[in-house]
Structure formats: structure tokens, C-alpha cells
């Protein structure tokens, strides 16, 4: 069985559980810590993800906001700075695209301008992942731009274990912070223990134990690899899904030992492959086992396709249990 | 789509008058067919409904030409059903059918139609304004006479794009309309949570022709649409108008119980009071231009074409998986 | 900076009145200086000269306690100083050494200083609106009775997010006030040819109380600043101040030849004319508040207090090269 | 003698001056080609790029905005799709953050969204590049974003001759084009010749041949490689210069044939070396010469910092012909 927690627990919550729970007891910790965004408060986001924290925080920390994405991120770094700790929800990550000058020309560079001076601890929580029929404006997973900038940390919870514990971290952390949650995984159940804990940033986890092939994944990529390493081991073939669970800061080293153990090693992303995620870990991994490696590191992420909105269409753009199972065992030759 | 109405001749136009009465039927009953087929579960993903609407939509448009512009929003389909384009091929693409406007890449939120000078519906709030302002930057260019029309919701008066784009459409003296549909929510929060100051003054600021009509009433809708259609077409410069309406469903189509975000009763007198058809019924019948059974029939008949659009929509293909590659570049 | 004033007790105000004129000859002092690094091909990169609208910086910043925070622009150098900041480790971080206000990571765009609640400059132009009003947000959230002032250039008046912000602001009631420095020029175009409409409307549009100034009249910057400080720090809600002023020198230190975007002519009534420094230097000897020499003496004076600080900038290390990969991550 | 031009060209001309004459001949040949953005009338750009074209086409053609990234990229968009065909002008490309929404929500998927009915043939121009002391908001090199999705194309120019072939081609170019212009390469001269040609977007260019190692290099970052590749040459090491030109589309057989060929390779880009260019470029070229690598891929870019504005802490985040020099002595164990 997949070891999907750190830690026994006896109860099972659901992601979205999970998400909603650390951000209460950070706010129920931490006076500073507030959340901003497009219906947020009555409504708890579209996803239903923080009902009931507007009845618990009232609205002065539980902020509605106008449809403009840029002025209120702007204003969460302004206020990060000057001693709150705002939590910003981004609604689908497809909106990122209108925060970028905030992320990453103010959020991320403040720090390093000021010569060390000011702080920017904040949290951006977006959404990412596709196959829920929205089509090209509201699927994408563009975590790989923020990974690409310095001064910035992203994270990609793939349990509910760790989405709590990497968002409490998130939130006591002293630097911008990009939060990926896939939509397609809110409501995943998974044990979370109820005492205080947070998982840190940059510690990979492997969720798998395995000896003949590596499945990198990351986010939801994490359960459709557990899937395929279910099916693998039907056919004899051992796999260790291994998720980086940060992917800035990144574990090389888990990563890479265990393409040296394995010698064979599969990259799982839902951001688009070219120039994406699956890029960077492929390349530590290509690099760091070079001399144990059997085969080429073999990379799978979304198609290099604005995603379609026709469901056979669309499914056809990411990853499976089935595909990835395919290759890995084309991989190790059965 | 008709160009012969002037403003004072609107009243005796009876074509017109019955055209835009159809139209806007025609909208309220391919929406009743969209809800239909999401209950029914043969929709994937969600759909925004335009009932409510109805007099907005069909009011613009009618002020314009077929080969003027108009880009749309999330709440697409009556925009584009009173630019003209045809329900079986909408149905298709909400289905995500090879048929469809897009090809079924699309769907609700994106369908678009070169034919009828439809530049597309638009899932970003406020996404589509700068290529409405655009569209009549090559309308000026090309001197081609044409007028763009950009849709939007309340919603949009919080990105700052829209600022932007009407100070250029103003300083280049586009013609371009700028027409939000203050339907008084966007999501499930009231607009004045997230709307501070004056709409209108937000245009004039920027030096635009602005103004505002009941949204209910698809005669002064047209009206002043066309006001601001023809001077934007003389040269003489943007225009923003506001439309004061309702959406009487949910946000979209999965979004049932309201009342945590807005009162029965409010949903209850705009759809008694102030329903831009049943109003329109009654006025063309008062004015003796139909009679109450030639309006009935305009329901039957739409309603009955309607699911014949449907019917052809469910029974026409999917795409070929392998066409999932196709179209990324020209 | 000062609390004591009470806007109807300005005149009274010796020390107040000295001490700004103390502040705008500084300002000049400092950028002939750097003007004179850049010249000497001791500077690396470029600078942005605040010369000429000294009135604007000073005045407002006198309205502001030292806890209050301002966000500054890639014209800089005049708000910092105006704000407390000291011009010896000012010009450290202009040279890029380790001395600097920003350990000379940031440059002449990104001085930032705590001490005197500078939350920085900014090179992206209306960068920091939404920065300040963040911190206007916290200063109601802590209740610490702080407001914060968003200097920008009338060329960030193109950019949505101010918009975007000022909404929000105006919404949640911020202690924020937007300070437009109409300097007529944006780089190499006149603020005329990229700003539709009015430019006071375009804030109370969103609600916020709105004033224009002669920004070359340090006293009725004062006044009008202080009015909207006082408001926004009760609690009444986000200002937005014109000042209308003049940069004498190019956008930066390299433009010198300025004739094919705007007259010498007109340059040169505004130096003669309108000259800030000048004007009020004349005011306080009419008001018998100084003599001629003693204002003299505070122009030589501050000359040699900035090359002093200039000799230090020059002669402390740069940074060590393996410090480049520190303050990335706090 | 580094081989940087295709065709026998009999005079020389500077990088600036090839963008500015692809600009005008195309403007001259099309009547739809028009240029948008801040300062690029009268004052021709900041970088004086564009000198002279307002007054051969005048201000209906050559137009000045408002600072308004977003907005008249936005515009730029609905003018591509009904007739005409806009240049935009992004003056740093730091500022492309502005225009996140309009290129890769609207641009890039306008034409797969409606089914291939409508068309953008645009062309965003921008620069990057550090080194000139304008500190972490203007010195960046944001490409990668860009690379990473689909429905836009990305040509980085390193020659003149290549900036005006490129240059011209993807304004021929049915779809969206983000054109990157290192600001440090406008003076560099090299031959151009008078007559028509435009270079094709999608075949990268063996810029020096070698047979000891590959360096693999994007933009300024060729002249980098190929002042390294003279520097190799005097110790003994022959080294093949590949300029893949543009990033998408991506000639992969050139890179991959040439790495076969060598067995070694460094990966230049100016960009971020995390998550960024040099990620993909090592990824392909791992997997298609992975039987005949002698050692792991190299990759060299800017440092994972804000660009710092102090000028020996801004030197040190970028490969210099000294560092790929090095880098490769060590790669070719001498
Ligand atoms: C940039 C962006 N932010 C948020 C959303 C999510 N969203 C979709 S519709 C909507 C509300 C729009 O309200 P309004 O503009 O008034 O249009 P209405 O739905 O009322 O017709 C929101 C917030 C989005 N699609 N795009
Ligand atoms: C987003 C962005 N676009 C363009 C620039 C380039 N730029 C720097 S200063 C400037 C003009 C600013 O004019 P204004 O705001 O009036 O300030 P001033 O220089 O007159 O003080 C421009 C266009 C920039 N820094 N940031
Ligand atoms: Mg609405
Ligand atoms: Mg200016």
C-alpha cells in the first residue's frame, strides 16, 4: 500500500478539508494572517474550499474582492510587507497571468533589492489541472513560470497530509509563497492527523517504496502515478513514486537517489511538458544519476495543446494510469 | 441584424419590433435547453445563462451591422445568438461536437463565429477588451466602416485592462461600444461590495460618450445602442453604456440554492415585474402590432426549433481524438 | 518631517517653513551631484533627476509622520530624502556598494529604507500602487494610525492597476493617498498625447476625495497634502493628488538632447519662472522670514554636506561577489 | 572564423539596424504591418531601435501609447485577428508580466479555442539581458514563460543577419510571435545582405563547426559561446556552436545530431538557469544522444537571484566566455 502520510492518524479528511483547516488554525494562531479574494466570504470560493471561515474570522479577515487580480495581490504584498501575512486565493490558476508583474517583478525581488530589509511573507493559493470540461482559460497548470524565479517558493501538495502541513508552512514562512492546489483533487480523502504540524519546504517524500522503475510526480500526478504503480506491480514491476511535494525550494537528492537505485526513471507533470517542470526534474535527475541511468529519463505532461473542451479531446492531453503505466513498462522492457 | 431603422422612425418599424420580440425568445429558449441538458447530464463542464438578459444582447446587436464586431463573455450565448449565429452548431459546440462553432475545442465560453463578426466569447473577466478596442483599431485602420461592440459584465469594472484599453480607444478615437451588463452580481457577491464610486463616471473620466438604460427595455436599449453605434461609425469616438438587468438564474447552471447571496423576492419581482419579453408582449400588443396568439406562437415555434438544434447536437460526432493536435498554429 | 503644524497655523511656522526649504535645496543639491557622477562616469548605469519638482516631495512628505510609509518611483531620489533618508548611504547604493541603503542590490530605482518608512522605489512604472495601498490595509488592520502615500509619475495614469486599486482602497475605506506628479512628460511624450479625458475624474470616479495643486509651491502642497492626510488617517477614506510641476533635466541623466520632444523655450520659463526653491526663497525674505544670506548659506552648506557624503559613496567597498547570492530568500 | 551568416553578404550592419530595416521593408511590403507601443514615434524607442520609421510611415503606422502593457498588447490581439498585423513593442522585457493575460490567455489560444476560424499574426518584440546596471525590474530574460506554452512561437535572434530573416518571418507569421532582443547585442555588426530573404522559424544554425563538444546557445549567449569556442580552440579543444535560434518551434535534430556527434554539451541561455531555457534544450538533448554522452549535460544561466544592481554582484550572475570556457576545459578533461 501506498505510505501516503508521515505521521498515524485516525481520522480521513478530504483535501479541501485539509486546505481549510490549516489556514484556521493559522488564522486562529496568528492575528496577521488574512485571507483576500473573489468570493471568498459568503460563497467560500467556488469550490467551496473555506466555508465557514468568514462565520469563524468575520469579514475583516475574510475580504471579498473586486475582479482584479493585479491590484489585489498588489495590496498583499504591500501588506506582507508591512507586518501582515495575507493569503491571497487566485481562483483558477489560469488568473495568474494578470499577477505576474505582482509575483514577480514587487513579491519577489523586494527582498533582495532592499539589501535583506523588507519581507514579503505571503501566500498566493491557486488552483491548477484540467479534465473538468472548463476549457483553455480555466485549466492550465502554469506552476512552472513561478518556479523559474528567484525569491519565490512554490508548492504542490499531493495529499491531504501534506497540503495541510505544506500550508501551514506556506504561511509561517518569511517569503512569497505560490500554492498549487489541483481542483480535481479537493475532494480526495487521505488520513490527517487533528494535532499541529506543519511538513516542510523542500523535503521530497516518497510515497511509493520501489526497486525497478522511478516515477517523479508531482501534485495529482502523484495519484495517477500510485495508480499506475498498483497496475505495474500486477505485471511483476516494482515502482517508487517519489513527489518532490516543493518544487522550489527542490530535494535533488531524494530525487536522484532514487533514479541511481532504480536506474530508470519517469517525470510526471500536468503543466505542459515543453519548457516545464518535467524539464528541470528530468535534467537533475538526467545529471545527477548520469552514470546509473539504463535509459533516457522519460518526461509526461500535459500536450502541447491549449486544452480543449471536448471530453475525449481534453482527456486525451494528460497523463493516465493507463499511459503512464505503457511507458513505464515499455521502460523496463516487459 | 438591420441597418434601414433611424431612431424616430423606431416605433412604426414593426419587422423590427417582431424580429428583435423573436430574437430575444429565441435566447430565452435556447437557454431553457441548455439548463435542460445540463439536468439531463448530456452537458459537460457548466454553462452561464443569459435569461434575464435577453433585451440587452438583442437590443445592441440590432443597433449593428453583420459585419460589425462584438466579443462576448462567460454569459455568451445570447450575444451570440443576436449577432446571428445559428442554435445547432451552438448546441454542438456546448456538447463539445465536431459540429460545433469551434469544433468542440471551445465550448460555452468560447464560442466564436467569423460569419456573423463574432470575435468570441471569453472565460477571463474582461479578457475580451482589448480585443474589442482592437478590432476597431483595424475597422479605422482599414476604413472599413465598422463598429466594435465589447460585452461585459459588472465584474469587468474591477480590471484595470478596461481602463487602460478605453483610454486608448479614446485617444486613437475608436469605434468601439463598451457595454456592461450590470446584471448586480458577479459570482455571488452584490456589485456595490465591489464597485466603488460612479460606473459611468469611470467612462467619462476618460473622455468616452456614456450612458445608461433600463436593460429591461429592449426599445431604448436599441435606441441609445444606436446612438452610440452611429457616432462611433461617424469617427466621432468610443461610447459606454451601461444596461441595468437581471440574470434570473444562478451564476451558472449548477448554482441553485441563491439565497445566501441574494432574496427570492428580489429574484421574484424582476421576473414578475420587470421580464424585458413578457413587457415587450405586452407593449406590441397594447400597440396593436401582434395579437397575444401570434406572440404565443413565436414561443412554440422557437421552443420547437430549439430542440430540434438539440436533437442535432446530441447525434452529431465527437471530434477524432487525433484532431486534438490540429488548429494550435495557423 | 514634522507633527506640530496645524494647517492654519503654517505662516506661523518658522522652523517649519525653514526646514522645507532646508529639504527642497537638498533635494537639488543631491541630484546636481549625481548629475556630476554621471558626467564623471563614476555612476554605474543611469539616474532619473527629481530637479524642478522639489515643492512636490517636500510638501507632501511634511504632512507625514516617519512611521507613515510612502512608495516611490524610478524619480526617486527626492521623496527618499524628503522622507529622512541620508544622502551619504544614498549615494553608496547609486555607486552599488555594500554601504548603500540596499547593500547595493538595488540601485538608484530600488532605495528602500525602514527607518523612515520608505517601502522602496520602483522601476516598474505603478509598481507600487498596489504595495501601497497594502500598506494602508495593514495600517487599518494594526491600527497603528498610519497612512501611506503612493508618489507616481502622470504616466503611470495608463496603467489598469491603479484602477484596480484605488477601487479596493476606496472599498476598504484605506488611509491611502495617490500622488500624481505631473511632470508633462512621460520619457519622450507629452502627457497630452497619453491621457484621455480628465485626470482628477479618473479618482472621483471611484470616490476618492481629489485635489490638484501647483506642485511648484511647496506651502499649498503642504496644505492640500496635510487636508487629505488628516482625512485618510481618520479614517474617511483614500485621496488622490495632481501636483503640477516640471523636471528641468532630461528623463534621465543621458537625455540631453531634448529639442525633438520639447522646447527649450519651455524648459526655460519654467526654471525662471517657476522655479520652486527660487520662488519660495523670494516668499520667505518678502515675509522678512530670512534674509538673502542666510538662504545663501543653506545652498553652500548643503552642497558640501552632499559632496562629503559623495566622497563616501565613492571611497566605501562594493559588496564582496559571494554576497551576490545572499537576501534572495528571508 | 565562426561562420555567422548564410548567405555572401557584401556589407555589415549592426543588430539595431537589421530589426529596423526588417521593420521597414515589411511595412513597406504590407500595408496591414503596424507598430504600437511606448516612445517607439518621435524618439524611436529608449534603445533608438526604431529611428526614422515614423517619419517613412508616419504616426498612423508608428503609434505611441499610454504605458499600458496590457492594454495595447490587448488591442494588438483584436487588430491581428481582423486584418491587420501589429508589432508590439515591449521595451523591457521585464514588462512582458503586464501582458501575461492578453499573450497566453487571448493570443496563443484565440485560433485552437475557435475551432482554427480566427487568426493572430502578431508579433510581440521585447528585450532581455543583463549586465547594463539597470538593476532586478530591467534586466531579466523572461523567454521561458513564453516557450511553455502553446499557440505562441519564440525566436531568439543572435546575429544581425538572423534578427532581420527572423524578424521578417514572423511577421509573415500567421500566428503570435514573442521576438526577444538581447539589449546588449544592438551594436554588435555582422553581415546582412541588401536583398530580400527571411530565415525560417524552426532550424537552428551551426554557428562554428567543432568535434570535441557542443555548446548549445540562445541569443547574446552565442557571441558568449563562440568567444569561448576561440579561447577552447588555443588549448587544443574544437568546439560546434548551435544556435537552435528559436526556441519554438524547436529544431531537435540539429541539437541532438551535433551532441552525437561531440558527445559533450553545455547549454547557454541568459534566462534563468532553474526551470528555464537551458532545462529543455539539456532534457532533449539528454534523451536523443543518451547513448552517446560522454558526460552528463552542462547547463549555464543567470544565477538564481534578482538581477543585483552593484556591478561585480551583476557580473557574477551571468556565463561569461571565461566561465563556459572553463566549464568546458573541465567537460573535455584538459
Ligand atoms: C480574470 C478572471 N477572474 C475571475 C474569474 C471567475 N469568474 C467568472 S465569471 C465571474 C463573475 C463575473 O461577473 P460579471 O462580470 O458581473 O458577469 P456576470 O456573470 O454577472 O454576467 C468571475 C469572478 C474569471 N473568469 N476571470
Ligand atoms: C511598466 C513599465 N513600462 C514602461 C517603463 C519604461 N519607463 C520608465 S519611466 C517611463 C516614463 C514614466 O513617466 P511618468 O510616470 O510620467 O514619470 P516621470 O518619469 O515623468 O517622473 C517609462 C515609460 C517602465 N519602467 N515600466
Ligand atoms: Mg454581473
Ligand atoms: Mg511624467
Redesign the pocket.
Known amino acids: 500500500m501506498p505510505d501516503t502520510t508521515r505521521a498515524p492518524a485516525d481520522r480521513e479528511i478530504t483535501f479541501a478539508q485539509a486546505i481549510r483547516e490549516a489556514l484556521a488554525e493559522e488564522m486562529r494562531r496568528d492575528s496577521t494572517v488574512f485571507i483576500l479574494g473573489?468570493?471568498v466570504a459568503e460563497a467560500g470560493t467556488p469550490f467551496k474550499v473555506l466555508a465557514g471561515l468568514l462565520e469563524e474570522f468575520g469579514k475583516e479577515r475574510v475580504l471579498d474582492t473586486p475582479?482584479s487580480?493585479a491590484g489585489f495581490t498588489g495590496l498583499a504584498v504591500g501588506a506582507a510587507m508591512t507586518g501582515m501575512r495575507p493569503v491571497v486565493d487566485i481562483?483558477f490558476g489560469d488568473?495568474v497571468t494578470?499577477t505576474m508583474d505582482q509575483m514577480v517583478n514587487q513579491a519577489a525581488k523586494v527582498h533582495y533589492m532592499s539589501g535583506g530589509k523588507w519581507r514579503v511573507p505571503m501566500v498566493m493559493r491557486t488552483t491548477m489541472g484540467a479534465t473538468r470540461r472548463s476549457a483553455a482559460q480555466h485549466s492550465q497548470s502554469l506552476h512552472a513560470w513561478f518556479c523559474h524565479v528567484p525569491g519565490l517558493k512554490v508548492v504542490l501538495p499531493s495529499t491531504p497530509y501534506d497540503a495541510k502541513g505544506l500550508l501551514k508552512a506556506a504561511i509561517r514562512d518569511e517569503n512569497p509563497v505560490v500554492f498549487f492546489e489541483d481542483k480535481m483533487m479537493y475532494k480526495l480523502k487521505g488520513p490527517v492527523p487533528a494535532e499541529d504540524y506543519t511538513v516542510p519546504l523542500g523535503v521530497a517524500d516518497v510515497k511509493r517504496v520501489g526497486e525497478d522503475i522511478t516515477l517523479i510526480a508531482t501534485s495529482s500526478m502523484v495519484q495517477v502515478a500510485l495508480g499506475a504503480a498498483a497496475l505495474l506491480e500486477e505485471i511483476g514491476i516494482s515502482a517508487e513514486v517519489v513527489d518532490p511535494r516543493t518544487m522550489w525550494p527542490l530535494d535533488e537528492k531524494t530525487l536522484i537517489d532514487s533514479a541511481k537505485k532504480t536506474s530508470r526513471v519517469i517525470v510526471l507533470d500536468e503543466g505542459y511538458e515543453r519548457y516545464g517542470v518535467t524539464a528541470e526534474l528530468a535534467s537533475v535527475v538526467a545529471t545527477g544519476a548520469f552514470y546509473d541511468l539504463d535509459a533516457p529519463v522519460k518526461r509526461m505532461g500535459a500536450m502541447h495543446v491549449p486544452i480543449p473542451f471536448s471530453p475525449p479531446l481534453e482527456d486525451a492531453t494528460v497523463p493516465t494510469e493507463q499511459t503512464v503505466f505503457e511507458a513505464a513498462r515499455t521502460m523496463c522492457g516487459k | 441584424m438591420t441597418t434601414a431603422a433611424q431612431p424616430n422612425e423606431i416605433s412604426e418599424k414593426t419587422d423590427l419590433l417582431l424580429h428583435m420580440y423573436r430574437r430575444m425568445v429565441a435566447i430565452r429558449q435556447f437557454e431553457a435547453q441548455v439548463n435542460e441538458l445540463y439536468t439531463r447530464a448530456l452537458m459537460p463542464g457548466l454553462a452561464?445563462l443569459y435569461i434575464g438578459e435577453e433585451a440587452v444582447a438583442v437590443g445592441v446587436c440590432e443597433a449593428l451591422e453583420q459585419t460589425d464586431y462584438i466579443t462576448s463573455?462567460?454569459?455568451g450565448h445570447g450575444h451570440c445568438l443576436a449577432k446571428g449565429a445559428s442554435p445547432d452548431h451552438m448546441f454542438a459546440e456546448l456538447l463539445g461536437k465536431k459540429a460545433g462553432y469551434c469544433k468542440g475545442k471551445g465550448g460555452s465560453m468560447h464560442i466564436a463565429d467569423p460569419a456573423t463578426g463574432n470575435l468570441g466569447a471569453n472565460?477571463?473577466?474582461c479578457g475580451s477588451a482589448g480585443i474589442a478596442t482592437g478590432a476597431a483599431f483595424s475597422a479605422r485602420s482599414l476604413q472599413n466602416g465598422r463598429v466594435a461592440v465589447c460585452f461585459?459584465?459588472?465584474?469587468?469594472l474591477g480590471q484595470g485592462v478596461l481602463y487602460e484599453v478605453m483610454n486608448l480607444a479614446q485617444l486613437f478615437k475608436l469605434p468601439v461600444i463598451y457595454v456592461c451588463?450590470n446584471?448586480l452580481?458577479?459570482?455571488y457577491t452584490h456589485y456595490s461590495e465591489t464597485t466603488a464610486g460612479d460606473i459611468l463616471a469611470r467612462a467619462t473620466a476618460f473622455g468616452l460618450e456614456a450612458a445608461s438604460v433600463d436593460g429591461q427595455d429592449v426599445r431604448a436599449v436599441y435606441a441609445v445602442a444606436q446612438r452610440l453605434v452611429d457616432r462611433a461609425r461617424r469617427g466621432d469616438g468610443p461610447g459606454f453604456l451601461v444596461c441595468n438587468t437581471y440574470?434570473y438564474h444562478g451564476?451558472h447552471v449548477g448554482d441553485i440554492n441563491r439565497e445566501y447571496y441574494r432574496p427570492k423576492q428580489e429574484e421574484q419581482i424582476w421576473k414578475t415585474e420587470r421580464d424585458p419579453i413578457a413587457n415587450f408582449g405586452k407593449w406590441l400588443a397594447e400597440q396593436k402590432l401582434a395579437d397575444a396568439a401570434s406572440l404565443d406562437r413565436v414561443h412554440s415555434d422557437l421552443e420547437a426549433e430549439m430542440k430540434k438544434a438539440v436533437d442535432f447536437a446530441v447525434a452529431t460526432p465527437y471530434p477524432a481524438v487525433d484532431e486534438v493536435g490540429e488548429d494550435v498554429y495557423a
Open positions: 473573489e468570493d475582479i487580480e481562483m488568473f494578470l | 452561464h463573455t462567460h454569459r472565460a477571463i473577466v461585459f459584465g459588472e465584474g469587468a451588463e446584471n452580481y458577479s459570482e440574470r451564476h
